[in-house]
């Protein structure tokens, strides 16, 4: 049996699990291989603390070069966040051959066609299906599964500390402060969460799915995004009078062009209305899921743990064996990934923000007295946005004066809305900021 | 550009859908594999019924021959069901060097042997990724993507006709004899639907699912198996009172032995009880899901369209661009798929059927008098097995003598309910056949 060598830059949470796997379930990665495959240095800052592991003595090495200049390393497992030296180190890795499996997606969302650039100079292979929903297999569901398919549209929760946040403040009618309080004390959500709640990782991760789905390049800070910091706690209430449970959904949605013309595709992060009775809208707690739409494959729908040690690990060592087997190199020759000069370009163009088209969700405060409502109504007729069912629910101030207006819109368009939320907020009646989420019916 | 040239055998249903694919869509599957994929025949019976596509001349052909002997023909996708010539005809093609893309699960599951030493002899390989779960790559899961993890688990919704009966009878209320009509009527079910309603489909499905996660290879008839037409409409009123739904379940599960000795493998396929708040339980109308469960990515769930023309095209044509760029024969040669000589063995064998632990729905008719519960609970705790909760209620006949009793059991074994109901069945205070159902909740 042939010896396969495999350095590990970053020994965190999702490196501990990776190093279990390999050393601990060495037997079970040879026999899906069939190469006997050692993991020979693990490359960290952090040299002491104990990861319960048993490790074999000299593995441990505080200078990636250890793994550089080892030229029997053939595969670089690299778990370090960030896009600053870790750019560096992936770089350096890949001008020395070295083939590399990483989760980092906020890397390849920022640099993906100078790291691939670097790979297909050395004909190595970059292998990433840990960077998208942590234990799904999602990235080779799109791009091998579903390869016959012209994809339509992937909608997604690819976040779990954020659905671990609207699923406990849904289930417990807890404020977004606490709940996020609670999470942080549980580790489900990082001292500083910006990079989550914000969106930001969401946005990432969807700039990596809608390059493999549909051959785009986003830039991942253009996506237009709203954060769950928006998200009070009175919305889970009315939608679920309505039927629906909130998420933040990552959405890609491919809208088709008249002939001759391109089609466009609709790219955006932020806090849906998701039906309770879709697989979607049934996501709790810190689990991913995705729901892909393929022309000829229909609905098809993908659930699992999105972050963790051993999920996250699991996807890295499919990615080892893919890499030491030789499928990776396969798909991604193939799909000529992040590949500026690939052959065949993408028959679809980003849609500008305004023009798509959806349902929506309105909240405002508005004073209770006659011809509030028509003032309302006016302001959404003006802007072209038909009403498809409203709700109206006192308050409990002392004297009465205000309701709450809860607005579901016929499909309409994100410029429309934007148009009405802009005339409501300049009338005298309204007395709060008018909340706005989209609305996604899963057929 | 090289071209590759593909042959279709069966232009029934989803070989319209292929043949849609593979002719409407060429530019796609060119752009996915980097060659110009070219149908250039098609052999079925029937030549003359419209498929609403338009054939290039001279494609159609009543000869398999014509593929057999034609050199040019790398792939033949073989969309016939049925082991006879169906067998002939693929040991033929891999014996004439051919590579293999079919969705006929009862070949693989009774000859499945036979037809990969076809293929390992010629260098060839076979794809079946359409055979189980439709457009649902639940293959390419277990065998790539999940390559990491030890699989503790399968539990899936393989087939759509049961599927589409079950769930009509929950929403309707209505009989099994009235909703398979219906779904004879809608095409969901066959004129002779005994391999569906039967569990056969089921079993073979799962067969192969458990090859593929455990390295077994068991004869599918040997799966204890227990069809739909035992369902009655009743039970759906008491699971749903219980917060069950009822499915045709396959199972896969095993069982860890104590050191020194081999995992034992559960294998089942019958109408189950499965929590109507996990992602099975939520499973409607003819789709298909499975829910996978490994020791490093914990819960994983898939869902899609377990049949029909385009979303099980969509899985044979994902084989056929596989099959091209040459990811099935890495795949399918590492895993030694039935392969007898194989170097590494399976590190479990199939668990006695008695000896399988679950938790129990057992419904029984026993006459309305003082002492019969006594009787009931003696029967079963001589058994060996515990109530966890009981429901009692009146029957609609005139005397009211009767009445209904609804157990569901703690975790006993199979081989205990099968004493019970042997016991049950000879009190004179019990006046119906006793149904018992598997339940599964999902953690």
Redo the contacts between chains.
């Keep these: 049996m042939k010896t396969i060598k495999i350095g590990l830059v970053g020994f965190g949470t999702i490196g501990t699990?990776v190093a279990k796997?390999l050393l601990l379930?060495k037997e079970?990665?040879s026999?899906?291989?069939?190469f006997d495959v050692q993991l020979v240095k693990i490359v960290d800052t952090d040299l002491a603390r104990d990861r319960g592991i048993p490790l074999p003595e000299g593995i441990l090495s505080a200078d990636y070069h250890d793994i550089l200049n080892d030229p029997e390393v053939s595969i670089v497992v690299q778990l370090i966040g960030g896009t600053g030296i870790e750019r560096t180190i992936m770089l350096e890795m890949l001008a020395a051959g070295k083939n590399i499996v990483t989760a980092n997606k906020a890397l390849l969302a920022t640099h993906g066609e100078e790291i691939f650039e670097a790979a297909r100079q050395k004909n190595a292979s970059v292998a990433f299906?840990a960077a998208v929903g942590g234990?799904?297999?999602i990235i080779?569901?799109i791009a091998?599964?579903?390869?016959?398919?012209?994809i339509q549209s992937i909608h997604a929760i690819l976040n779990g500390t954020c659905n671990f946040i609207l699923s406990n403040m849904e289930e417990h009618g807890s404020s977004y402060a606490s709940t996020l309080k609670e999470a942080q004390r549980l580790g489900y959500a990082e001292a500083n969460p910006a990079m989550d709640v914000e969106g930001m990782d969401t946005a990432q991760k969807l700039a990596i799915l809608s390059h493999i789905a549909f051959g785009v390049n986003p830039d991942w800070k253009q996506i237009p995004r709203i954060g769950i910091e928006t998200v009070d706690g009175v919305d889970f209430r009315y939608a679920n009078m309505l039927g629906y449970s909130i998420k933040l959904l990552a959405i890609a949605r491919r809208i088709k062009a008249s002939d001759g013309e391109m089609d466009r595709l609709e790219l955006s992060v932020s806090p849906t209305l998701v039906s309770k009775s879709s697989?979607l809208g049934?996501v709790k707690g810190a689990f991913n899921a995705v729901s892909v739409i393929?022309?000829?494959?229909?609905?098809?729908?993908?659930?699992?743990?999105g972050a963790?040690e051993?999920?996250t690990?699991?996807?890295?060592?499919?990615d080892?064996?893919?890499t030491i087997?030789?499928?990776t190199k396969?798909?991604f020759d193939?799909?000529e990934l992040w590949n500026p000069s690939r052959k065949?370009r993408s028959d679809i163009q980003l849609a500008a923000p305004e023009s798509v088209v959806g349902k929506y969700y309105l909240r405002v405060l508005v004073e209770d007295r006659a011809g509030v409502m028509a003032e309302v109504a006016n302001a959404l007729g003006s802007s072209g946005i038909s009403i498809a069912s409203l709700i109206q629910e006192g308050t409990s101030d002392e004297d009465n004066r205000f309701v709450q207006l809860i607005i579901m819109t016929h499909e309409t368009t994100e410029g429309a809305v934007d148009g009405a939320v802009e005339k409501l907020s300049h009338l005298d009646c309204v007395k709060s900021d008018i909340i706005r989420m989209r609305i996604y019916d899963e057929k």
Tied chains: 1, 2.
């Design positions: 699990g796997l379930h079970r990665i026999r899906r291989t069939g299906e234990g799904i297999p080779a569901a091998e599964s579903l390869a016959a398919n012209e697989p049934d393929g022309d000829a494959v229909g609905h098809s729908f993908y659930y699992g743990l963790g051993m999920p690990a699991s996807a890295v060592v499919a080892v064996i893919d087997v030789g499928r396969i798909t193939t799909l065949v």
